[in-house]
């Protein structure tokens, strides 16, 4: 049992989170941890589309979405022989974050989070910075740029 036996590492599929699960996956590596690659499928920002969108069209497409975003995680982790669980959440990214690492005793949440401040900051809402204030849990941020 080590520090890190778990490590969560939350993503996106974007070219930018890349840089947050290098980091997730070299600690976990370190630590011969298991890493939990979790996809939020963001079930609020389809909630405003019109009723004539399905929203179940929508939602398959974000899961497979999710699924790649996982799948680019695995080949990642692959490399270090890391072993990978594979999540997939519906909600509110930062709340699901929070809440999967409670529930799942995880060690360390490794983020990625933008070095935007001000105006960009609030208008956005960074997910980084409500888990951060939410979660009991240790968390990591990896600046990742734009």
Same mark, same amino acid.
């Given at each position: 049992?080590? =520090?890190? /036996? *778990? @490590?969560?590492?939350?993503?996106?599929? %974007?070219?930018?989170? *890349?840089?947050?699960?290098?980091?997730?996956?070299?600690? #976990?590596?370190? $630590?011969?941890?298991?890493? $939990?690659?979790?996809?939020?499928?963001?079930?609020? %920002?389809? #909630? %405003?589309?019109?009723?004539?969108?399905?929203?179940?069209?929508?939602?398959?497409?974000?899961?497979?979405?999710?699924?790649?975003?996982? /799948? #680019?995680?695995?080949?990642? #982790?692959?490399?270090?022989? &890391?072993?990978?669980? *594979?999540? =997939?959440?519906?909600?509110?990214?930062?709340?699901?974050? @929070?809440?999967?690492?409670?529930?799942n005793d995880?060690?360390?949440? &490794?983020?990625?989070? $933008?070095g935007r401040g001000g105006?960009?900051?609030?208008?956005?809402?960074?997910?980084?910075?409500?888990? @951060?204030?939410? %979660? $009991?849990?240790?968390?990591?941020?990896?600046?990742?740029?734009?």
């Amino acid at each position: 049992m080590g =520090l890190y /036996d *778990r @490590v969560l590492v939350p993503t996106d599929g %974007s070219a930018e989170t *890349r840089r947050a699960v290098e980091h997730a996956v070299s600690l #976990a590596a370190e $630590h011969d941890a298991t890493l $939990h690659a979790v996809y939020v499928v963001n079930t609020a %920002s389809f #909630a %405003s589309l019109g009723a004539e969108t399905t929203t179940e069209g929508v939602s398959d497409l974000l899961a497979e979405e999710g699924e790649e975003a996982i /799948d #680019a995680v695995a080949e990642v #982790a692959a490399d270090s022989g &890391v072993p990978v669980e *594979r999540v =997939l959440l519906n909600g509110t990214p930062s709340r699901e974050i @929070v809440r999967y690492a409670e529930d799942n005793d995880i060690d360390l949440i &490794v983020m990625g989070t $933008h070095g935007r401040g001000g105006i960009d900051r609030l208008l956005l809402g960074s997910v980084a910075e409500k888990v @951060v204030r939410s %979660s $009991h849990v240790p968390v990591l941020t990896v600046r990742v740029e734009d």
